[in-house]
């Protein structure tokens, strides 16, 4: 940690910053300059904490020089990770291939969507039971017989499956039913949730809230792990931005950023992060060049009687016709894209 003093921080306010340091059992070194004073302390950060500090008269600005996010960073855990997500693997040079419909609406529909995406390839399926909509008039899911359908399709197509879940009070009865519990975008920071998510041992998928910085992002697979279950996938979804032009800013950036910071495995969510069937494809694929671990699609076999995300779907062979051009990238950035373990269709 880095402890810069004010310019005008007199003696004895250094003085106190020292023996604050020392008294911990921690070793400062002051370094005293023309214009800035610095303290460096190198040992436990968790002694010594920032705020405290900061509440010193004198003291200006107090650099971590670790970051707060410990499980989740590559620092302490340089390889790669890669997750199970029902036998399939995503990360370290395996790429998920997330598709269904944004909601789980029947199960005729959920059976022809699951049939369609898993001959394009697609390795998990997904589809929403718990929907958390704007409106409180608006589709709100099936609940629990929208998990249902989802195991039931899932396991007559071999795919494992992944769906949302908005209450803490739900954790317990979706984990019966799904293989990689969803935390949304405006659930990123439902500590309680994410608390409850890492006391399971299913997978998570952590999507970005839309307001969230890379640092809160960590912080909450951070939640997670901190309970013990290690199998975190984060997943850009995209942020707000001013411009309507796409629902959400795609921030690739981040992706190549993230994957510097931590061993977590991230994918890309298209589909929420522009609402744009038309410039899908291309984001997928730049997704993959950017270093994702795969790509999170909404599918639906028709798009204006879904009851959610109708406008930003795929039609199934617009999929099919990308996931041809993903294996290619694949190829190219030395990706496979590990097959689900079930049944043929
Ligand atoms: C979804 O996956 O359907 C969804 C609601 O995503 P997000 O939380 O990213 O908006
Ligand atoms: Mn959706």
Known sequence: MIIIL??????????????RVESLGL??????????????????????????LLAIPGVQEVVPVLPPYKLA????????????????????????LIAGPCAVESVERMRSI???????GANILRGG??????????FQGLGEDGLKILREVGDEFGLPV?????????????????????IGARNMQNFVLLTEAGRTDKAVLLKRGMSATVNDWLMSAEYVLSQGNSNVVLCERGIKGFDSVTRNVLDLASVAVVKG????????????????????????????????????????????EAKSDGPQALLPEQYAQLTKQIREMAQLMGKSISPPLGAAT
């Open 6 to 19: 004010k310019s005008e921080a007199s003696d004895e306010q250094v003085q106190h910053v020292l023996e």
């Open 129 to 138: 039971a718990y929907k958390p909509r704007t409106s409180p008039y608006s």
């Open 73 to 96: 960073s590559r620092e302490a855990h340089p390889e790669s990770s890669v997750v199970d997500i029902g036998g399939v693997l995503v990360g370290g040079g395996n790429l998920g």
């Open 27 to 52: 070793q400062p070194h002051l370094s005293r300059g023309t214009h800035r004073t610095i303290i460096g302390v190198i040992g436990d950060e968790d002694k010594l904490r920032a705020e405290p």
């Open 261 to 304: 910071l931590t061993h977590l495995p991230i994918i890309v969510d298209p589909s929420h992060a522009t609402g744009r069937p038309d410039i899908i494809p291309a984001c997928s694929l730049a997704a993959i060049a950017v270093g994702a671990d795969g790509v999170h699609v909404e599918v639906h076999n028709c798009p204006e």
């Open 162 to 182: 992944v769906t949302e879940v908005t209450d803490p009070r739900n954790v317990e009865l979706v984990t019966q039913y799904a293989d990689m519990l969803q």
């Open 114 to 120: 699951a049939a369609s995406i898993k001959s394009a």
